[in-house]
């Protein structure tokens, strides 16, 4: 697969640099120091003003708030903390970048070890993610999670994983998939009905098992089952923070009843 | 809460001996002293009475409400219930149903973690409890064990 080919969403973290020998991502620490970073400059804008506006002590006082701020945002704006999928010496490793200076390989292992999987997104499970090592990157659609993910399979002989068909199952995910069934799921997915039958329809199909008939018929016994199941509500919802104020008209009565009294 | 299992086949989510006597000593002490001002109401504005009300709700809600879980390997169904004096939710999940417990990260907290309920019948997790990393583990375990549920303990 073609770095253009992929989706929108995985283009934004796999940066086409370095491609196909080697593949630089960003960690999670990559974007906490980002995130610091950008969180910093308002400190020191703020900072930066009142060094200007003022004069005398204050003004000193946030000249050097100002000259203390300014070299650690700075280093945390540049430094970059990335996971490296190295093709040529077969390696992955963590490694911190700071200034363009390379410091040294982390967590070195082979590439094959690395755990590649594809499964439902954590906090909306019709949407997918792709779990590689230890980050884990929000992708979207099925489609899009699947193409991602063989992308990497293929690019660096990583045995891709899926955690989809078969929940909470962990399979290999086949790479000679057609992509039609997977656009029909997708289009399932996005009409925001059932994507987990769906999905599991879809990899089933890309397993492409034999299954006789009365296995077939089972399957077909257990999903009306599933989905005879009742939808189970959340246990807090608007409605209940509602019923909390029921007490409050009996309480109200009450406090009037006693002032009444006390008046009597 | 902790899994307290009663039998082979039930079990609920019991609180420490500590953690009833604390409740229900501030409890008591907030719901006292809501009661004891309205011995001087007679001087109070109506505004005020009715800021009070609001109080004595929060009060009354700090005595009364509870949060009651059983499971039931017999019926096949997990009950979570929340009560104050008079019903606010119920849950009835059924045991069959749930594909997997998962402990996930709170959002936008580094230390904070839930346990959740994975159906096969429906897209939406059910949060089942929050706290620390370890505590969740340890009831996702305890959990998972009894209800022959598999737990996904990677919070990554």
């Known amino acids: 697969m073609q770095y253009s080919q992929l989706p929108k969403q995985a283009q934004r973290f796999i940066r086409p640099e370095g491609l196909p020998e080697q593949l630089r991502l960003a960690t999670k620490n990559h974007y906490v120091c980002r995130g610091l970073a950008i969180l910093g400059l308002l400190p020191l804008l703020s900072s930066l003003l009142m060094a200007v506006t003022l004069d005398g002590a204050q003004q000193t006082l946030y000249q050097f708030v100002v000259v203390l701020l300014l070299p650690v945002l700075l280093i945390l704006g540049t430094l970059k903390h990335h996971l490296v999928l190295d093709n040529p010496s077969k390696q992955r490793f963590v490694q911190l970048q700071i200034f363009g200076y390379h410091c040294q390989k982390a967590y070195q292992a082979p590439l094959p070890s690395t755990e590649l999987l594809l499964r439902h997104s954590s906090y909306d499970r019709s949407q997918y993610e792709l779990k590689l090592d230890n980050i884990v990157y929000p992708i979207g659609s099925l489609v899009d999670a699947t193409q991602v993910t063989m992308f990497f399979a293929s690019t660096f002989n990583i045995p891709a994983k899926e955690q989809v068909s078969d929940f909470p199952h962990i399979h290999n995910l086949i790479a000679s998939s057609t992509e039609t069934p997977l656009e029909t799921s997708s289009k399932l997915t996005k009409t925001n009905n059932q994507s987990i039958p769906d999905a599991k329809t879809v990899f089933n199909k890309q397993t492409a098992k034999p299954q006789n008939s009365s296995t077939t018929k089972d399957n077909d016994n257990t999903d009306k089952n599933k989905q005879a199941a009742p939808f189970v509500p959340p246990l807090w919802q608007p409605k209940v923070i509602l019923r909390l104020f029921y007490p409050l008209p009996f309480l109200m009565l009450f406090g009037f009843i006693m002032k009444y009294l006390g008046t009597l | ?156």
């Open chain 2, 1 to 156: 809460m902790y899994f307290k299992q009663l039998s082979a086949s039930k079990a609920i989510m019991a609180k420490t001996r500590t953690q009833v006597i604390a409740r229900w000593f501030f409890a008591g002490l907030v719901a006292s002293l809501t009661l004891f001002v309205t011995a001087g109401f007679e001087h109070w504005p109506n505004n005020e009475v009715f800021i009070w009300s609001f109080t004595a709700l929060l009060s009354w809600h700090f005595l009364f409400a509870r949060r009651r879980v059983e499971f039931d390997l017999d019926k096949q169904l997990i009950t979570n219930k929340i009560s104050s004096l008079y019903p606010l939710s119920q849950q009835r999940i059924p045991i069959q149903n749930i594909s997997a417990f998962q402990i996930r990260r709170r959002l936008g907290q580094s230390n904070g973690y839930e346990l959740c309920i994975i159906m096969d019948s429906q897209i939406e997790q059910l949060k089942f409890d929050y706290g620390n990393l370890p505590r969740m583990q340890q009831l996702g375990q305890q959990l998972s064990l009894f209800c022959k549920v598999p737990l996904l303990s990677d919070p990554n």
